[in-house]
């Protein structure tokens, strides 16, 4: 069985019901969240949020793809461009690895593995909204530098997927697994900087 996209039908309340919705997912977690209590959220009756989105796994796909969306143009913004490729490195990577561990990005890691082989659709769009919204921001963000000739990278779906994975070290698995519930910040600087450490080490020119 798989939620195909086309079930997400907009009308006049959508943007109502996904404002109330980020607001319960982010406060409760995905299942504290109650529709009951994201329809008084939103203000609008069950009828009005089934009608939108007939499941919840679906409709949190959706505040999952739009938050990760805005953190990503939130980050292209601050990054902008003409630093020098260490400062934007770390700056990139302190974002992916905060969100890496934060209970928003956890929630959506912890769903999508928990679901996607029940419903395919689900783990799709798990994967356009996170690992591949990060291959593509990211790629735009190295481009410059490799046509200055600061970086030298050939493959660069494979580099921008590299400096991703290095953001999660062993923090990610670890607080995933409940075995660093608050992590400092003497723990994530230590991550970000062994992954902009070692992006550099294979691909700076």
Sequence with gaps: MSVPAAEIKKGRKFDQVLDGARR?????????????????????????????????????????????????????????????IEEVLHEAASRIVRFFLSNFGQQVFRICVAESHRFPE??????ASGPALVRERMSKVLAPYVEAGTLRIDDMDLAANQFGELCKGDLFVRSLCGMCNDPTEVDIQRVVNGAVEMFLARYRA
């Design 122 to 127: 689900l783990g799709r769009r798990f994967y």
């Design 24 to 84: 319960v997912f982010m406060r409760d977690g995905f299942e504290g969240a109650s529709v009951d209590e994201i329809a008084r959220e939103a203000q609008v009756s069950k009828a009005t949020l089934y009608s939108y989105f007939p499941d919840k796994r679906l409709l949190f796909s959706e505040v999952a793809r739009i938050e990760c969306n805005r953190q990503a143009e939130e980050a292209i913004e601050v990054i902008g461009s003409g630093a020098p």
